[in-house]
């Protein structure tokens, strides 16, 4: 794959972020990545790893010059780094984010962008429980999604962003920011929400000790864990930026768990039989789509190996 962007500016250098970076020089796909981060730790290691070709020491310098701008910050921060780094941005720069929630973003993020910039936000579907400047490795988004959300930006700009998600490893889909909101609300909002609560429970419930709990954790309850070690900070935006939608959801989840515990009280085995079966034939669904690619063990490996 060619170069398609000369100057590509990461604000913000976390485990997105920095594994777009090594996918993009294994792709040859930027001539130069800058990257800042509010933290002078984070861009020291980023610095000291060599993660991008150039760490600055503020936003305005990495977004200077640049054709494309990625905000790989949590959502509650888009706004006042957009803020920052407007008066900055080049005439016919592409400014894109990589946040787990959309319409939120463009209501923070489009207002403050000047004339002659175009935004196309998106939300690629990879992540692990890991964070921070090492934690990024080119093959992470390998046979993921990454969901871009035009509205009305120029076709040309979408379909060469589109282009950089493709030569990164994924495959790209398009939606409106409203559903966009509800199916991850599905997902992945309203899952970590329940995976966080489980492991609260694990830890309110006195009579199991914490040594029990680690000694005999199964495998669902290892993937609860996983998930509810991810960066409090953003799942903290996600939910507050996109309640009604998880909301919504969390609500017919709590519909669902009360029918199947009126079916165990009752020993309603058919019901709880049926159910189990429909589930299980979505998780079949998932599989034969090739998504259920262990991303966190995977890149775990990768990093041993580095």
């Not at 008066?87 to 319409?103: C, E, F, M, Y």
Request: aromatic share 6%.
């Amino acid at each position: 794959m060619s170069q398609l962007y000369d100057r590509v500016a990461l604000i913000g250098l976390g485990l997105i972020a920095g594994s777009m970076a090594h996918a993009m020089r294994r792709g040859g796909l930027a001539g130069e990545i800058t990257g800042f981060a509010r933290s002078a730790e984070t861009r020291a290691v980023a610095a000291e790893i060599g993660l991008v070709d150039r760490v600055c020491d503020n936003a305005a310098e990495a977004v200077k010059d640049a054709d494309l701008v990625v905000l790989a910050v949590p959502v509650g921060a888009m706004e006042s780094v957009i803020t920052e780094i407007a008066p900055h941005l080049a005439q016919g720069v592409t400014v894109t984010d990589v946040g787990s929630v959309k319409r939120a973003v463009i209501e923070a993020v489009a207002p403050h962008l000047p004339e002659g910039v175009t935004f196309v936000p998106a939300h690629p579907l990879a992540g692990t429980e890991h964070s921070g400047p090492r934690s990024g490795f080119a093959e992470l988004f390998d046979n993921k999604w990454c969901i871009l959300v035009p509205g009305d930006a120029p076709r040309p700009a979408v379909d060469r962003l589109g282009d950089l998600w493709r030569a990164m490893g994924s495959s790209v889909d398009e939606m409106d920011a409203d559903h966009h909101d509800l199916v991850l609300a599905v997902t992945s909002h309203t899952p970590h929400l329940i995976a966080y609560t489980m492991v609260g429970v694990a830890d309110d419930l006195r009579r199991v000790t914490d040594s029990e709990v680690i000694k005999y954790s199964a495998a669902g309850f290892r993937d609860f864990t996983r998930i509810a070690a991810s960066d409090p900070t953003m799942w903290r935006d996600v939910f507050l930026t996109n309640k009604d939608a998880t909301l919504e959801i969390l609500g017919r989840f709590t519909e669902e768990l009360f029918a199947l515990q009126r079916a165990i009280r009752q020993g309603d085995g058919d019901l709880l039989h049926d159910y189990f079966t429909r589930t299980r034939a979505i998780r079949r669904g998932i599989i034969e789509a090739g998504q259920d690619t262990d991303a966190p063990d995977f890149g775990r490996a990768k990093a041993a190996k580095r």
